[in-house]
């Protein structure tokens, strides 16, 4: 029964991450990347990817050292474990990668600003242990990357009529959404979109 209650426990905190407490169309959270690299997919997600390991890697490693942490200096303790793992994946794309760098080097160097991976860092993983503190992040990265190529997949195919930099649509492509003005508009129909569907579909009290 335990693992069974565990089972339910770590699928329940994957599912806040994705639905209830997604980072930018629930809780409107590190928006500059959400508009500045989602102009075409691959964009979108390479920075989701990169998103996810930095979120679970410093919920592991802020679990891990929980009971050596001051709660004085907590604060730049988790902002230190933050930039430690973005460099990490800022040197990684930029040696795998680097076309994909070349776009968005610069907001995954902002991921150490992101204030959902601190949230998480202070709320979560350093009052729990590692398990559930990896599926936390595993959760709210998740939740990123679904919102990242929501976002990129709508603005490159009617921005560009185009998925992955291969054409797609022969009709003449809405360039706006290509824009940081369409940005803002992409975002703020599908952030409508997503909660009307939550609202409807996931939350107590209303019929699937």
């Not at 933050?82 to 995954?108: C, E, F, Q």
């Not at 190529?149 to 291969?166: A, N, Q, Y």
């Not at 290509?178 to 992409?186: K, S």
Request: proline letters at 4%; glycine letters at 8%.
């Amino acid at each position: 029964m335990s693992a069974t209650t565990e089972e339910i426990s770590y699928w329940e905190l994957i599912k806040n991450g994705i639905l209830k407490e997604n980072t930018i169309f629930k809780l409107a959270l590190s928006l500059c990347p959400a508009i500045a690299v989602t102009n075409n997919l691959k964009n979108g997600v390479f920075m989701g990817v990169a998103v996810i390991f930095v979120q679970v890697m410093v919920n592991l490693t802020i679990s891990a050292m929980r009971k050596f942490i001051h709660p004085r200096i907590r604060l730049p303790i988790f902002m230190l474990v933050i930039s430690g793992w973005v460099t990490v994946v800022n040197l990684g794309m930029d040696a795998l990668v680097p076309d994909v760098y070349r776009s968005v080097g610069l907001y995954i160097q902002l991921i150490v600003a992101f204030a959902s991976i601190l949230a998480r860092a202070e709320m979560f993983a350093s009052k729990n242990t590692i398990m559930p503190s990896m599926f936390d992040g595993i959760g709210m990265g998740l939740g990123f990357l679904v919102a990242l190529v929501t976002i990129s997949f709508f603005r490159e195919l009617i921005g560009k009529g185009m998925l992955w930099g291969v054409p797609i649509i022969n009709a003449k492509p809405l360039l706006i959404l290509v824009l940081p003005a369409g940005g803002f508009f992409a975002v703020g129909i599908l952030m409508a979109a997503f909660n009307w569907m939550y609202a409807k579909y996931f939350t107590k009290g209303h019929s699937h």
